[in-house]
């Protein structure tokens, strides 16, 4: 068991969809946390629950009830505003379709992360050009992004989230449209990111991703489980 602070904690998590029926509950009773030096693998069916469970940890969403704690603090109590402060700051995503300017180069993509942050602009080129460094992108890092491979796309996409390291990485089906070889590529990349002390919360219907991982959560008719890593 990990002594230390946990990043994020569920407590009794519910999350329900207003439909002309009536409320339709995706989440039930969730209660899970998240610590330093995690490397979580969220699993599960489409339609399980798992990308609501993201949205919710990522604070994107919020819930119908329970408590979510994130660096020590009770969100729910939390105004939008401080919500999007504690978002900009301690979080980072990265999506399947990478959500790339595709008429941009590589840097500004990357500097776009700090377009609501306090840092200058050259601030935010400097941090930029040093987390396209960390992914091996410095060499195109003027590079117009439609003119990369999806693989320099997804860690184009990964540099963005870490220009300013955040406590967790969120990571939702990052690897859904690469190759096998860009994929391997990824998730040692996060896992050396995760060792320089990010934790990662990775939600994947690959289950060849989860040797990468260091827990296991699945996620069932709105229900989540930990289980363990296979052998």
């Not at 500097?111 to 992108?137: I, W």
């Amino acid at each position: 068991m990990n002594q230390s602070q946990p990043i994020l904690t569920m407590q009794h998590v519910d999350k329900s969809f207003a439909t002309a029926a009536g409320p339709v509950r995706v989440l039930t009773d969730i209660n899970f946390s998240i610590y330093p030096g995690d490397f979580v693998a969220l699993s599960g069916p489409s339609g399980s629950g798992k990308t609501t469970l993201l949205n919710l940890a990522s604070l994107l969403d919020h819930p119908t009830g329970g408590d979510i704690l994130f660096d020590a603090q009770r969100t729910r109590a939390l105004s939008p505003e401080a919500l999007a402060v504690l978002r900009r700051e301690k979080t980072g995503m990265v999506f399947q379709r990478f959500h790339l300017l595709n008429r941009r180069t590589a840097l500004e993509n990357v500097a776009f992360r700090f377009r609501y942050a306090p840092e200058t602009r050259s601030e935010a080129h400097r941090l930029a050009a040093a987390a396209l460094d960390h992914v091996g992108l410095a060499a195109v890092a003027h590079r117009i992004v439609r003119l990369m491979s999806g693989g320099e796309m997804q860690r184009t996409a990964i540099a963005r989230a870490i220009a300013k390291p955040p406590l967790i990485l969120f990571a939702d089906e990052p690897t859904g449209n690469l190759d096998s070889e860009n994929t391997a590529r990824i998730m040692e990349l996060f896992q050396q990111i995760n060792r320089e002390g990010i934790a990662i919360l990775l939600a994947t219907h690959n289950k060849a991703l989860l040797p990468f991982c260091s827990r296991h959560f699945v996620c069932t008719d709105g229900h989540l489980i930990e289980e363990p890593l296979p052998a």
